[in-house]
C-alpha cells in the first residue's frame, strides 16, 4: 500500500515538491516546506498543518520584563501624569510567535558588455600668433582615456537568508513590531523544538497563508540578490547591459518559536496591550499601546503650532527682503517682522522643550516612588 501511494507521486499542495507518506501517522508530508497533509484532494491552505523545528527558550524572567514595562510606559509623550496610579489589572502571558527562515543557494550565468580603460595620446593643432601677427599653427599633444569594450559572460554562486513572521493573529503595530524582529528566530541560543519548554505558555499557530507568501516571494527575492551579487563581481572599469542568463536554486527552510512576553493592562477602562521581546537579555524591545492625556496633547500641539507660525512670519519676511518685492522703505519693517518671528519661533520651542521635560521628569520621579518598581529595582539593578 506504502508502494502505490508513493507511485502516484502525491504533490505537496503548498509548494509543489513530491512529498512521501507516513504509515504511522497515515498522512503525507513535505520535506521541502514541512506540511503534512492527508490526501490528494485536500489542497486547501487551511487543512495544512505545520510543525516547529526548533524554538529559543524564555530568557527574560517575568520581574525584568514588568521592569521594563514600567520604564517604556512613561516615556511616552503626553502620558498621562497620573498612569501609575491609575493602572491596574497588569497581566503579563508568556507568548510563543512563529517564523520562518529560508536559506537560499543559487547559481547562474551571466553575460554583459565589459569596458576596460585605457589612456592613448593625440595631438590637436592649436592656432598662435608670432611677434609680427602672423597666425601659425602648433601641434600641442594629449591624453585621454577611451574605453574598449567586449562582451563576456560568466558563472557565479552564493547563499543568502531571509526570515518572516508566519502568523496573521496579530495585527496593527503589534505584528508590525513582530514583523521586525524576525531576525530574533536564528540567534545562536535557538534549540530543537521541545514540549518541555512550552508548557504554561501560549503558541501562537503557523499560517499557511503566511507560509505560502513567503515561499512564493522566494524566487523574485532569490533573483534580486542574485542580481545584486552579479553586478558585484563583473570585471572591467565599466559594463553594460548585463543581465542573468542562466538561474538556479534551491532553498531550506525551518520553523523558529520566538518568546515574547504579552502584558495586557488597563487605565480608565480601556484595555492596552505591549509584547516585550525575550530571546535575550542583551537588547530588550518594547512595543504596543500607551494612554494618551488630551489636555497635555492639546497644550503641547498649540505651542508647537504657534512655534511654526512665528518661523513661517520669519521666512515670509526673509523672503520679501532677499527678492526686495517691496519699497526699500519697509526694509526696516520687515527686518524686525524677521527677528520677532524667529524670536516667537524660540520661545515656544524652549517653552514647549521645558513643558514635555517637567512632565518626564514628574512621571520619572513618581516611577521611583512605586513600591512594585521599587521592588523589582532591587531584583534587577541597572
Given amino acids: 500500500m506504502l508502494d502505490e501511494k508513493n507511485k502516484n507521486i502525491e504533490l505537496c499542495s503548498n509548494c509543489g515538491s513530491p512529498v512521501t507518506f507516513n504509515i504511522e501517522k497515515q498522512q503525507f508530508a513535505c520535506d521541502f516546506c514541512h506540511s503534512t497533509f492527508t490526501t490528494k484532494a485536500e489542497k486547501d491552505f487551511d487543512n495544512l498543518t505545520y510543525e516547529a523545528d526548533d524554538l ?63 589612456s592613448e595620446s593625440y595631438t590637436e593643432y592649436v592656432t598662435k600668433e608670432d611677434k609680427k601677427g602672423n597666425k601659425y599653427s602648433e601641434p600641442i599633444t594629449k591624453t585621454r582615456t577611451v574605453v574598449d569594450w567586449n562582451h563576456s559572460s560568466d558563472i557565479f554562486s552564493g547563499t543568502t537568508f531571509q526570515s518572516h513572521m508566519i502568523n496573521d493573529e496579530l495585527t496593527g503595530s503589534i505584528a508590525t513590531f513582530a514583523s521586525r524582529s524576525s531576525h530574533l528566530a536564528f540567534l545562536e541560543n535557538t534549540k530543537p523544538f521541545d514540549e518541555h519548554y512550552t508548557a504554561g505558555t501560549r503558541q501562537l499557530k503557523i499560517s499557511s497563508n503566511k507560509v505560502s507568501q513567503v515561499l512564493r516571494s522566494v524566487r523574485s527575492f532569490a533573483q534580486e540578490e542574485a542580481e545584486k551579487k552579479m553586478l558585484s563581481i563583473l570585471p572591467g572599469d565599466s559594463n553594460k547591459n548585463a543581465k542573468i542568463t542562466k538561474f538556479t536554486y534551491d532553498l531550506t527552510s525551518k520553523y523558529t518559536y520566538v518568546p515574547f512576553w504579552k502584558i495586557t493592562y488597563k487605565y480608565e477602562g480601556i484595555d492596552y496591550i505591549v509584547i516585550i521581546t525575550a530571546a535575550t537579555k542583551d537588547k530588550i524591545e518594547i512595543d504596543g499601546n500607551r494612554p494618551l492625556s488630551q489636555d497635555d496633547s492639546t497644550v503641547e500641539k498649540r505651542m508647537k503650532r504657534n512655534g511654526r507660525f512665528g518661523l513661517l512670519g520669519s521666512l515670509l519676511s526673509l523672503l520679501i527682503t532677499v527678492f526686495d518685492i517691496l519699497p526699500d522703505a519697509t526694509g526696516p519693517l520687515f527686518g524686525m517682522l524677521f527677528i520677532v518671528g524667529l524670536g516667537v519661533w524660540i520661545y515656544f520651542a524652549v517653552k514647549r522643550h521645558s513643558f514635555l521635560g517637567n512632565n518626564k521628569k514628574h512621571l520619572k520621579n513618581n516611577l521611583h516612588e512605586y513600591p512594585e518598581y521599587v521592588g523589582l529595582l532591587k531584583q534587577y539593578p541597572e
Fill in 56 to 118: 529559543i527558550p524564555f530568557h527574560v524572567p517575568e520581574g525584568l520584563a514588568k521592569k521594563r514595562f514600567f520604564e517604556w510606559l512613561i516615556k511616552g509623550e503626553n502620558v498621562p501624569l497620573d498612569i501609575l496610579g491609575k493602572i491596574n489589572n497588569v497581566q503579563l502571558e508568556q507568548v510563543f510567535i512563529p517564523y520562518m527562515g529560508v536559506n537560499i543557494s543559487y547559481e547562474g550565468s551571466w553575460g554583459a558588455d565589459i569596458g576596460y580603460n585605457r
